[in-house]
T-cell receptor, first 114, second 114 residues
Framework: EAGVAQSPRYKIIEKRQSVAFWCNPI?????LYWYQQILGQGPKLLIQ????????DSQLPKDRFSAERLKGVDSTLKIQPAKLEDSAVYLC????????????FGPGTRLTVT | DQQVKQNSPSLSVQEGRISILNCDYT??????FLWYKKYPAEGPTFLIS?????DKNEDGRFTVFLNKSAKHLSLHIVPSQPGDSAVYFC?????????????FGKGTHLIIQP
């Protein structure tokens, strides 16, 4: 079974530029999550999708971050404009459904904002 | 406000001995707890979980204990093996309208010494 795919693996941009990350979840997984992991911290939830609807985006900085999950499969996370403090690893995870299902994580995208 | 706390940034254990990783939480609404293991440059991998209706769950060498009154859980690894060297994250979720994004601790770096 193929795992969660993410691209790119690494990205370096200057502050005020924009960037987008892509995630392809495990086939058949209805729930998709984006997490931000800053160095030395645990992952922090940014947004949760159930199929193509948003379930929770309470911790997403909506003035600069946006995410979509078209057709309930792939998802993209965008930052515009980027700030220095956005430097982090962005992790995508998917699960069969909400609650009590294991979340499978992708390898992450390491973003460096200079 | 850290709702999930792992107070030991690192732990060194001899191969073959027991490793005990601790985790405390403050949110009484958490009812499902998980441990994830993470190797460098990879996403977190699910290890073991426990529901709040239980106080113990065992899977091979891994056992998780939950003390709800103390808001404390621990992960026991017996016997510890070199491949167990990794960062371990404690995570928790709360029921709430289908939103079940995980709240993570900062992690404990476990080092198994030969």
């Amino acid at each position: 079974e193929a795992g969660v795919a993410q691209s790119p693996r690494y990205k370096i941009i200057e502050k005020r530029q924009s960037v987008a990350f892509w995630c392809n979840p495990i086939s058949g997984h209805a729930t998709l999550y984006w997490y931000q992991q800053i160095l030395g911290q645990g992952p922090k939830l940014l947004i949760q999708f159930q199929n193509n609807g948003v379930v929770d985006d309470s911790q997403l900085p909506k003035d600069r971050f946006s995410a979509e999950r078209l057709k309930g499969v792939d998802s993209t996370l965008k930052i515009q404009p980027a700030k220095l403090e956005d430097s982090a690893v962005y992790l995508c995870a998917s699960s069969l459904g909400p609650r009590f299902y294991e979340q499978y994580f992708g390898p992450g995208t390491r973003l460096t904002v200079t | 406000d850290q709702q999930v706390k792992q107070n030991s940034p690192s732990l060194s254990v001899q191969e073959g001995r027991i490793s005990i990783l601790n985790c405390d939480y403050t949110n009484s609404m958490f009812d499902y707890f998980l441990w994830y293991k993470k190797y460098p440059a990879e996403g977190p991998t699910f290890l073991i979980s426990i529901s709040s209706i239980k106080d113990k769950n065992e899977d091979g060498r891994f056992t998780v204990f939950l003390n709800k009154s103390a808001k404390h859980l621990s992960l026991h690894i017996v016997p510890s093996q070199p491949g167990d060297s990794a960062v371990y994250f404690c995570a928790a979720s709360a029921a709430g309208g289908g939103a079940d994004g995980l709240t993570f601790g900062k992690g404990t770096h476990l080092i198994i010494q030969p």
